[in-house]
């Protein structure tokens, strides 16, 4: 039997995540005049009724309702609350609140600790939310996966690295990444050190200039390792100028940040054996970079 | 001088797992290309950044240690970055000045 995804996740996330912790609670000689406030106030339907940190009941707007009825609202909870409560644990998988949820068809369901003390309790809202976050966690996970990409073609190893524009919170990520990557294949660490910089630098030239962002492709070769960093736009003015050490036209918002020293291009030329840029203004810029695997350094 | 023996010297606080390392030198640098050009593998990196760039620039480095002066925090990812690059992260309550000034005391250069 296949399971969905969904049926997965309820099956992974555990009540205890997912419960609300902050509880409101009553004691059972409290009166039912008194439930009823409290349940108003914290806008609940129910409530568990605890007496020295046990919960000996649950009181719920229907036994309020009755109470009333009857006239009888100032006597105790402990007369009205019901004492054979449903309860969850906190271990329990989502999927098995769920399912008692779908049979009871209680609105809340108290959830207990190993200790038999409550935890908290849970609603399908609390679930419903829950499940969201972890969704929401899952696919930003996601993006971060799918912003790299690496193939093996004919023995040589490919890596990719879209780069959003302006993202500052990822900037590094593609060198680091890179990194490790050169590092795990047994490529000299000043040379791997070398790629990162120039990588580093490309990265975050893409996330401050370029309109769309940009891709960066790494190709570990025999002989070399070749970085060709690409975007769309808006493209280089005057590459003479870009190239001039403290050169920049960050905004100071970006300086701020630490970025913008105007020693970009001028840090991957350096690092790099072989640098070429192709820019032209309103279409875009590609940056051809390689590094040789065997050979002296150029900053030896 | 090592990590660990400058972390007690001048009382820095490690927010990372500790890497014990001999430190081959340091820099104090707030720009990020500035570090990535005059750094060297097992540096000491004095700055005020803290965003995730800094780990990403130290790893790019191999940078040994981050010290962040001035009592500022690194943020959360920052400090898993750091942690899974197994570079150093230190806070402090001194400034940047007073940082360089007693590793230079203590025989950093």
Same mark, same amino acid.
């Given at each position: ?46 409530? $568990? ?41 906190? #271990? ?31 609603? $399908?809202?609390?679930?419903? #939310? ?27 190893? #490919? ?85 001039? $050490? ?39 810029? #590609? ?10 350094? $150029?900053?030896? | ?16 797992? /500790?890497?014990? *390392? *001999? /430190? ?6 707030? /720009? /990020? ?77």
């Amino acid at each position: 039997m296949e399971f969905s995804f969904v049926e997965e996740l309820v099956h992974r996330l555990k009540v205890f995540q997912a419960m609300d912790k902050e509880v409101v609670t009553v004691q059972p000689d409290q009166t039912m005049r008194h439930a009823q406030q409290v349940m108003r106030e914290a806008r609940v339907s129910g409530m $568990p009724v605890v007496e020295h940190d046990m919960m000996v009941g649950i009181v719920t707007i229907e036994d309020i309702i009755k109470a009333l009825d009857h006239g009888h609202t100032d006597e105790p909870v402990r007369a009205w609350m019901t004492r054979d409560v449903v309860t969850v644990e906190a #271990r329990w998988p989502l999927s098995r609140a769920m399912s008692l949820f779908e049979r009871t068809r209680f609105g809340r369901l108290p959830v207990m600790d190993e200790d038999c003390l409550l935890a908290g309790v849970i609603t $399908p809202e609390s679930i419903l #939310r829950a499940l969201l976050v972890e969704l929401n966690r899952l696919l930003a996970q996601d993006e971060e996966r799918e912003a790299a990409r690496a193939s093996v073609d004919g023995g040589a190893l #490919r890596l990719e690295f879209d780069v959003a524009g302006g993202d500052f919170d990822r900037a590094g990520l593609a060198s680091v990444r890179l990194k490790r990557e050169l590092a795990s294949r047994g490529i000299d660490p000043t040379i791997a050190r070398r790629v990162a910089i120039a990588t580093h630098e490309a990265e975050t030239n893409l996330i401050i200039h370029s309109s769309h962002g940009g891709r960066i492709v790494a190709d570990l070769e025999a002989d070399s390792i070749r970085l060709v960093v690409t975007d769309d736009g808006p493209g280089i003015e005057d590459i003479d100028r870009a190239l001039t $050490p403290g050169f920049s036209t960050a905004s100071d918002f970006v300086r701020n940040l630490g970025f913008g020293a105007g020693m970009g291009l001028p840090n991957i030329r350096r690092c790099a054996d072989h640098f070429e840029i192709k820019s032209r203004p309103g279409y875009g810029t #590609r940056l051809n970079v390689r590094f040789e695997l065997r050979g002296p350094s $150029p900053e030896e | 001088m090592t990590v660990t023996e400058v972390a007690a010297q001048l009382g820095l606080t490690a927010v990372t797992t /500790l890497h014990e *390392k *001999k /430190l081959e030198g340091a820099i104090a640098s707030d /720009l /990020l290309s500035d570090v990535l050009a005059n750094a060297a593998p097992g540096f000491l990196w004095v700055t005020i950044q803290t965003h995730r760039n800094v780990a990403a620039v130290a790893s790019a480095q191999s940078i040994a240690a981050v010290v962040v002066t001035g009592g500022r925090q690194p943020a959360e990812d920052t400090v898993a970055l750091a942690d899974s690059e197994q570079v150093v992260v230190f806070t402090t309550a001194a400034s940047t000045y007073e940082v360089c000034g007693r590793l230079y005391e203590l025989g950093v250069r």
